[in-house]
């Protein structure tokens, strides 16, 4: 599986971006696809996740109802939406996915549940 994401560029904080990844290879044997951001100096941390069958979403507590997460399962894309932007949204997001069996959890939260990434865009927000 290959994931390809673009959308990142520079942004005044309160602006809008969306992100697209788009998924290719088996991806039917995939979970669905969550995004990740790893801002300077610090860890990588989960931001969103989507199903590919019900297409069930969950979002990291921290984003405060900014971000949204949608799908086309007939392209094989995931969009994320990222609305009201902050400073402190300025990262390098990463769009992941990992096999169906591989994991028991419903949504996945864990960098160890995903191990198919794409090659991380970067955000800056400036205030």
């Known amino acids: 599986v290959q994931l390809q994401a673009c959308g990142g560029g520079l942004v005044q904080a309160g602006d809008s971006l969306r992100f697209s990844c788009v998924a290719s290879?088996?991806?039917?044997?995939?979970?669905?696809m969550g995004w990740f951001r790893q801002a300077p100096g610090k860890e990588r941390e989960f931001v969103a996740t989507?199903?590919?069958?019900?297409?069930?979403?969950y979002y990291a507590d921290s984003l405060e109802g900014r971000f949204t997460i949608s799908k086309d399962n007939a392209k094989n894309t995931v969009y994320l939406q990222m609305s009201r932007l902050k400073s402190e949204d300025t990262a390098v997001y990463y769009c992941?996915?990992?096999?169906?069996?591989?994991?028991?959890?419903?949504?996945?939260?864990?960098?160890?549940?995903?191990?198919?990434w794409g090659q991380g865009t970067l955000v800056t927000v400036s205030s």
């Open positions: 992941a996915s990992g096999d169906k069996g591989s994991s028991t959890s419903y949504y996945r939260m864990s960098l160890k549940d995903y191990v198919y």
């Open positions: 290879g088996r991806t039917g044997s995939t979970y669905g």
């Open positions: 989507i199903r590919w069958d019900a297409g069930g979403r």
